[in-house]
Structure formats: structure tokens, C-alpha cells
């Protein structure tokens, strides 16, 4: 406990939750030194020091200079040191308050006054989970005496106006106004060795790996960039050092006895020695595991080694440069392997919360209850990932697996194929807490697969797509109903966020059979064709499907650019004015010309308008929100064709016809022999099933995407509300909240 007030604080009294105070540096020596970690005794000149400091300046002047500060653009590199110098140089002027410089006098007294000190800037806007100011004001060593103490101070707080902070914070959306100055007064520790340790490594993220940069001396060669460090890399899961690479350190600073330090030369052959020994490195990646576990996340660690081997430790920090890990984590103590669902999906941007929980609502699996985020697609990054070490349990999965997320992604299935193949994961999958037994898997996927071959044998290969339709019609029709039914608001995302906890089970149980029974054909095409054709053949049967509904957009775009191409006047605006969408379409709406141009684009918008770049984020426009992309398509087609019409469905029916083509060439290839007859027959049927069900297997996602639309509009609906009713600032901020929170906001149980 301390004063409310307090100008001086000693470590002791110091909390990990007063960095409002001390700063992020200062909270968290204070929180090392409750922990009774080797912290450097010391005291911290609290934030009231630095109010106090700034108010005894001329009130006027103090609102001008930040109120320029608070004008700087974040590009605007001139203003910032315009702005910097100006408030600096006042600084420098006014006079410490005679309180403020009696209290730091006394706990430097308190403290030994004969001691050497290090005094460090510790910023309110530092050392923080999500942003770190290391570096970005001002540190003094070896400080000795009352006058040289009190400079230092002054200095630190100065150094808050850098020009680099300023840009730094203004980068990162600080308030100028509202960041605040500690400085840390620490006693010197004079290190034979000292350097940095991060318990994590930072280029590859192992979170297993200890780095550890060392150098002679004090650390601050090694921070100033003066020598190249040694690097050493622990694993902390066995202790062992697995490499170590010596730096050139060919000089050290060290502290003089008046104070201040000095640069001195290291000989040769000790510049190019490692300066830690193995048992010292291991020791030091002991301590940092230990640091990490009471911080509760991986650190960056300054640390130092006095002539007589004790380890101090000066600083820790978050490392804010790692990849997060998925969250919510796994209940077990297992090894887990995360599939990229947005990467899947062309997707490699973040998305915003409110588009991450609306897929964690339509994936079931983990789920305690329908209105229960999934437990199996988690996130990280704010990008989704599907945790897919259950299903690797299973052996059969565990060679499936690869193959399927082939489909999706080369390179992820590679990785997965070359991590399923290393015993040290395979011997760790027995931790793995099982979601689904082999039994109740068989139970679910079991009649679905034999529907699927149900289909392979007796279903009208031509009629796949009408008979996905069949399905997905009615289900976006009734999901538009029952919301335009419900209230706006609460009761209208309630209403979607219940059709979407039900709609993959509903969505998957009718269609996987039809999209599967391809699947399923393909491979058995391939497996009867095997050594008499080529490979490419196989991917000739999908050349030119009929019906896909993705190829049949691709195809109206082309339709546009044709109707737009037999006016000179038409394809002249839209080349002209391809990136800019809303001039174009002025220019369009007034020209006689266009009149089948403005017919064609409104009657693909209103089948179309719902689709646009990265889609399956809800937050991103549509094209009937901004027809940017849509207009550099058909202005992209209209320079490819030069004046071709038509050009777009004759290559088509080429490749329709080649497809076609296909199944009678796989068809003789597979005839040889005494099964040939019933061989060729299968092969025949099994291609157009392939044909049929391919064709068919972008329709989900089609009807997905009108009904993410139709939660889109409610989502901006109660985005209206919330800012009406002053919970937030713009509509669209909605999209930076879950959709339970939306809900609990509206309904006045929560906070926007």
C-alpha cells in the first residue's frame, strides 16, 4: 500500500497494477521484487513528480506547446521535431518543485547515497502486453551525487518529447496529452557479463526456446547496437543449450568511479569468446521461465552477471512481437496442430470480432450450447483457426487429412503431412482430450457416406445442382424471413445468431452427401484409370462445368463487359474511369448509351451484389456497397477481349467440350482387358457423377453468403441503434464487437 500522492515510491511498495504511477517499467520491477526475483534495489519518481514538474511551468505556454505537440500528423516527421524541440527546450528551463526534489534526495539517501545509480524513463504507455516503448526515452548510468541525480530526472522527464516517442505514440493512437513520465532509480549493478533474454524465441516464435543476446560489460553496447552480440538458444522443455553463436564484441563500457562510463577495448581473443558458459546460459533460461509463468506471458528480460557470478535481474517486459496463440487454449496439456480457416477461404487479412464470432456461431463442434462460441475453431491474430488434432487421433483421419486440406491449401496439408509423420507428435496425440469417440464419428459420418454412394449409383448426375438448390433456396428464403420478422436490434440478431448455430448441422447433413458422392467418384475414376492415363486427364474431367455457380458469375461479368463493349462511348467511361467506381457510374447514369449497360450491371448486382473481395468477412464491402473491384473486372475484360464478343463463352464451350471429352476418353482407357467392359461402364458413370457433384459444390457457399448479408444489414441496423443511443461513435465500429456482446449492449447488459 501506498499514498494516493505519493511523489516517491521504493520498490517494495510498488504493484504490477501501477503502472498509472510508475509507468509499465516501474510496475514491473515492482512486481519482480515482491516475487523476490534479484532485482537491483531502488525507488521510482511516480508520475505526480512529473504532473508536478510540467505544472510548475507557465500555464499558457504549457497549453501551447501541447496542443502543437497534440496537431502532428503520423506522417508528419517535420511537425513532430517542430513540435519536440520546442517543448524540450522549454523543459529545460523550468524548475524542478522544491517537494519533488526533496523526496527523491531523501529516498536516495534511504537508499545509499554512496551507491552508483542507473536512472531510466519509464513511460505510462510502455512495457505493455500490446505496445513497448523500449528505447524511446532516455537512460542515464554510473549516476553519483545529489546534483547529477537531479539532472538525470529532469532529463528523463524531457526525453518523454523526443522526437521518435512522439511519432511513436501518435503511430499507436496515444494521447500526447494524456502519456505520463516514472523515472526509475536503480542501483548500479557493474556486470562482468550482461545482455538481453527472451523467453521466447522471436524470429521462429518457439515458445520453447529461450534467446539469449551477451555481451561484456554493460548492456548498453549491446542496446546501442555498438558490438555484435553473442546469440545462445536454450530449450527449456531438456535445459540444453542447442547452438551458440559468438559476436564481435570488441569493446565493453563500464562505469567510471566519478560516474558516467567509459568505452574500452576487449582483446581479441576474448572479443571473439562466448561470453556465457553453458551452465550460465541454462541458468538464465531457468530464470526467464520462471519470469514468464509469474507474468503469465513470454518476456523480454534485461539482465546482468557481477564478477561473482550472481544473476540480477534488471527489467522484464512483454515480447510484443509474437504471434499469438490460439485462444480459447486447449483443456489438455497436449501438442495441437491449427489448420488456417481464413487461408482456406483466400482470406489471409484479420477480421474483426464480430465476423470471428459469427463463424465461431456457424461451426457446431465444441460447443456447450447453441448460443456457445465453437471450441474447435479458435483465434488468433484475430484470423480463425480450426484445431484438427482430435481428428488426427483416429489413423484413418490422420492420412485423410492432408489429402482433404490439399483442396484448401498445398502448403498447410504439406506441413500437417510432415507433422504427422514425426513420432515425437505422434507419441504426444494419446494427451489429446478426444471430442468425438471412433464410434460416435462412424455414427454420424457413416450414413452420410453411404448416402454419398447411394447418390454414386443411382442419382441423376445432370440434376446436382438443382437438387442442392432444392436445399438452399428455401433455407436462405425462410433465414430472410425470420429475420425481417424479428425487431430490429437485439431481437433481429438474436433471431440470426439461433438460424446460425443450427445452420451448418442443417447446411452439411442434407448437402455433404451430394458434394461427397463427387468426391468420392473422382477417386474412384482415378483408381480405375490408374497407369493407363495421365494424371492431367483425371483434372480434364472438371474443365467447363455446367451450372457452377461461381463460373456462372465469372460468366456475367464477361456478359457485361460485351454490352458494354458495343458502345465505344460505354467502354470508353469504364476504362477511363475503372478505379474510381462512383465517378464512372455518374457518368454512366446519364449517358442514353448506357441504357443496357445500367440494365445488365443492376440485374447482376441483384444476384450478385452480396459477393465481393474476402467475403467471408462480413465487415468488408460488397459489391453493392463498392463496385470498385467489380468495375476493374469488366474493364479488365473489355482491354483482354479488345472488342471480342463473345470471347468469354466460347472459351466456355471449349473447355465444356473438353471436359465432356474427358469422360469417353477415360472411359475407352479404362475398357482393356476381361473387366474392361464393366470397367469402362463404371468409369463412365463414376466421371459424370464428378461432373455433376463439382458443379454443385460452390452452392453452399453461395447461399452462405446471401444469408452473412442478411446479418450483415442487422449488424449495421443495431450499429444505428448503439450510436443513437451514444454507446459508440460510428455505425460501423459495430463490427469490432462479438455478436453476444451486440446483443448484451442493446439489451443494457453490457458495454460498447
Not at 531523501?106 to 512495457?127: C, F, K, L, N, Q
Not at 500526447?176 to 542501483?187: D, E, H, I, T, Y
Not at 495421365?534 to 460468366?555: F, H, K, P, Q, Y
Not at 474511369?577 to 445500367?598: H, I, N, T, V, Y
Request: aromatic share 6%; net charge negative; hydrophobic share 50%.
Amino acid at each position: 500500500m501506498h499514498e494516493a500522492n505519493a511523489l516517491v515510491l521504493p520498490f517494495a511498495a510498488i504493484g504490477r497494477d501501477d503502472s498509472a504511477l510508475v509507468g509499465g517499467k516501474g510496475a514491473n520491477l515492482g512486481a519482480l521484487a515482491a516475487a523476490e526475483f534479484a532485482v537491483p534495489p531502488g525507488f521510482c519518481v511516480t508520475t505526480h513528480g512529473f504532473d508536478a514538474f510540467l505544472d510548475g511551468g507557465p500555464a499558457d505556454e504549457r497549453a501551447r506547446l501541447l496542443d502543437a505537440l497534440a496537431a502532428v500528423g503520423a506522417a508528419d516527421v517535420s511537425a513532430a521535431r517542430t513540435a519536440g524541440a520546442a517543448i524540450r527546450t522549454a523543459l529545460a528551463t523550468w524548475p524542478i518543485p522544491s517537494a519533488v526534489a526533496a523526496a527523491v534526495v531523501d529516498a536516495w539517501r534511504s537508499a545509499g547515497s554512496e551507491h552508483a545509480y542507473a536512472v531510466r524513463s519509464s513511460a505510462t504507455a510502455e512495457d505493455l502486453p500490446g505496445a513497448s516503448f523500449a528505447g524511446q526515452q532516455d537512460t542515464y548510468l554510473n549516476v553519483r551525487g545529489e546534483a547529477a541525480l537531479l539532472a538525470a530526472v529532469r532529463r528523463c522527464w524531457i526525453s518523454l518529447y523526443t522526437d521518435r516517442a512522439i511519432l511513436y505514440r501518435i503511430q499507436n493512437g496515444f494521447d500526447q496529452r494524456a502519456v505520463r513520465l516514472s523515472v526509475v532509480v536503480q542501483r548500479m549493478v557493474e556486470p562482468e557479463v550482461s545482455g538481453i533474454l527472451f523467453t521466447a524465441d522471436p524470429l521462429t516464435g518457439h515458445r520453447h526456446i529461450a534467446a539469449i543476446d551477451a555481451g561484456w560489460g554493460l548492456g548498453e553496447a549491446l542496446v546501442g547496437g555498438t558490438i555484435t552480440a553473442d546469440n545462445i538458444r536454450v530449450d527449456t522443455r531438456t535445459g540444453q543449450v542447442i547452438d551458440a553463436t559468438a559476436g564481435d564484441k570488441r569493446h565493453a563500457i563500464r562505469s567510471l568511479p566519478e560516474g558516467g562510463t567509459v568505452t574500452e577495448a576487449i582483446a581479441p581473443d576474448r572479443a571473439a569468446a562466448l561470453a556465457l558458459e553453458d551452465a550460465q546460459a541454462v541458468a538464465l533460461a531457468a530464470l526467464g521461465t520462471r519470469i514468464a509463468a509469474h507474468f503469465g506471458s513470454p518476456q523480454d528480460i534485461e539482465w546482468a552477471i557481477d564478477d561473482a557470478g550472481a544473476i540480477w535481474v534488471l527489467q522484464s517486459r512483454p515480447i510484443t512481437t509474437l504471434y499469438p496463440l490460439p485462444a480459447p487454449a486447449p483443456e489438455d496439456n497436449a501438442l495441437h496442430a491449427y489448420f488456417s480457416f481464413s487461408h482456406a477461404q483466400v482470406m489471409t487479412d484479420a477480421m474483426p470480432a464480430l465476423s470471428r464470432s459469427i463463424w465461431r456461431t456457424l461451426i457446431p463442434f465444441g460447443k456447450a450450447d447453441p448460443d456457445a462460441l465453437s471450441m474447435i475453431l479458435v483465434e488468433a491474430g484475430g484470423r480463425l483457426y480450426v484445431d484438427v488434432t482430435p481428428a488426427m487421433r483416429l489413423p484413418p483421419a490422420r492420412h485423410m487429412l492432408p489429402r482433404m486440406l490439399s483442396v484448401a491449401d498445398a502448403r498447410s496439408a504439406a506441413t500437417i503431412g510432415d507433422l504427422v509423420a514425426r513420432p515425437e507428435f505422434l507419441a504426444r496425440l494419446s494427451d489429446v482430450r478426444p471430442r468425438v469417440t471412433p464410434v460416435g464419428f462412424l455414427r454420424v459420418v457413416g450414413p452420410l457416406a453411404a448416402h454419398a454412394l447411394g447418390r454414386m449409383a443411382r442419382a441423376v448426375p445432370e440434376r446436382a445442382v438443382s437438387d442442392v438448390e432444392a436445399v438452399t433456396e428455401p433455407m436462405v428464403s425462410a433465414f430472410a424471413t425470420r429475420l425481417a420478422g424479428a425487431e430490429p436490434g437485439a431481437p433481429r440478431l438474436r433471431a440470426a445468431r439461433t438460424e446460425m448455430a443450427t445452420l451448418f448441422d442443417r447446411l452439411v447433413m442434407r448437402l455433404f452427401p451430394i458434394i461427397a458422392s463427387g468426391m468420392f467418384a473422382r477417386l474412384l475414376v482415378r483408381r480405375l484409370t490408374r497407369g493407363r492415363v495421365e494424371a492431367s486427364m483425371i483434372d480434364d474431367l472438371l474443365r467447363g462445368l455446367e451450372g457452377n455457380v461461381t463460373t456462372e458469375m465469372d460468366l456475367a461479368v464477361g456478359d457485361l463487359a460485351d454490352i458494354a463493349g458495343r458502345s465505344p462511348a460505354v467502354r470508353d467511361v469504364l476504362l477511363d474511369k475503372a478505379g474510381d467506381p462512383d465517378a464512372a457510374l455518374a457518368l454512366l447514369a446519364d449517358m442514353d448509351e448506357a441504357a443496357a449497360f445500367r440494365t445488365a450491371w443492376a440485374s447482376f448486382l441483384a444476384r450478385y451484389g452480396m459477393r465481393g473481395p474476402s467475403e467471408i468477412d462480413i465487415a468488408r464491402p460488397r459489391w453493392s456497397e463498392d463496385a470498385a473491384s467489380l468495375l476493374a473486372m469488366v474493364a479488365g475484360r473489355l482491354h483482354e477481349d479488345m472488342g471480342e464478343l463473345g470471347a468469354h463463352r466460347a472459351h466456355h464451350a471449349r473447355m465444356r467440350a473438353e471436359g465432356e471429352a474427358s469422360v469417353d476418353l477415360l472411359a475407352r482407357a479404362a475398357g482393356g482387358g476381361l473387366l474392361g467392359p464393366v470397367r469402362a461402364r463404371i468409369v463412365r458413370r463414376m466421371a459424370w457423377v464428378a461432373r455433376g457433384a463439382f458443379a454443385a459444390r460452390e452452392h453452399p457457399k453461395f447461399a452462405l453468403i446471401r444469408m452473412l448479408m442478411l446479418v450483415k444489414e442487422a449488424a449495421r441496423e443495431a450499429g444505428d441503434l448503439l450510436v443513437d443511443d451514444g454507446r459508440i461513435q460510428e455505425r460501423d465500429d459495430v463490427f469490432q464487437l462479438e455478436i453476444g456482446e451486440i446483443i448484451d449492449a442493446l439489451e443494457g447488459d453490457g458495454e460498447a
